[in-house]
């Protein structure tokens, strides 16, 4: 974090009382976060992807990544899980970057299992600095979100006889194309039983209904919000 992060924010945004709010928001929404625990999940990489259909690294704003979290989670309870304890919530983050999104769901103690996946190398290690396997109920993968290797990953840590039982969260920050969303989605609704879609900035909002998913949960926030604070959420609808 520099002072020329901060002005060129504010040069970027046209120097006004607007700007002025940007500023406010890279302080309070990325750099504080990282302040808090001593990670490194606000640097942005825009540089060396494999995949032009990736979108560059940009971190999640801590307060919306919160909330989604948070109201996922509460629709689950409320609409899936009912008095069913057999059922195990994972959260996964399709594209995790830096490992924000994966830390903040360890953090809240939702999910039995949280992990990330990451196909760029450069980013899949400062994600495993950030928030090591040890720390928690965390797994690190370092795999294409277009192949279901990923899925075969995250369900070796579940016992065979329970693997019916999982419901995932899947979470992905305006990450890809929407081909690459179109993808990632028919893997979830092939292999998964249950799974809620936590979706950022949510640009591809026609390909995820197409897909099967039905909107469940959006934020409040009016129609000419920043793109940063908007989101919403799905679930599959076998």
Known sequence: MRFSDYSNVFKYHGKGI?????????????HLFDLR????????KTTG?????????????????VEMI??????????????????IPVFVDLGAGAGKAVIVA??????????????????SARSERNIPAGGGNVLHIHA?????????????TIPDQKRR???????????????????TLEIIRERFENAIYLYQNP???????ESGFMEIQRDAQPNNAHKNFKYIIYRNSK
């Open 144 to 156: 294409n979100v277009e192949s279901d290797g990923w899925v075969d990953e995250l369900l070796k």
């Open 18 to 30: 607007y700007a002025l709010s940007r500023v406010l928001d890279t302080f309070t929404q990325i």
């Open 106 to 123: 360890n953090e809240s103690k939702f999910f039995t299992l949280c992990a990330g996946v990451e196909l760029d190398k450069e980013l």
């Open 203 to 209: 640009m591809h909002h026609n390909v995820v209904l």
């Open 70 to 87: 948070r109201k996922s989670f509460e629709w689950y309870a409320s609409g899936i899980k009912y008095s069913n304890d057999d059922l």
């Open 165 to 183: 039982n999982v419901v995932l969260f899947a979470f992905n920050k305006n990450s890809y194309d929407e081909q690459v969303v179109k993808n």
């Open 49 to 65: 992807y494999t995949d032009n259909r990736y979108m560059i690294y940009m971190p999640v704003y801590t307060s919306v990544c």
């Open 37 to 44: 625990r001593k990670t490194d999940t606000a640097t942005i």
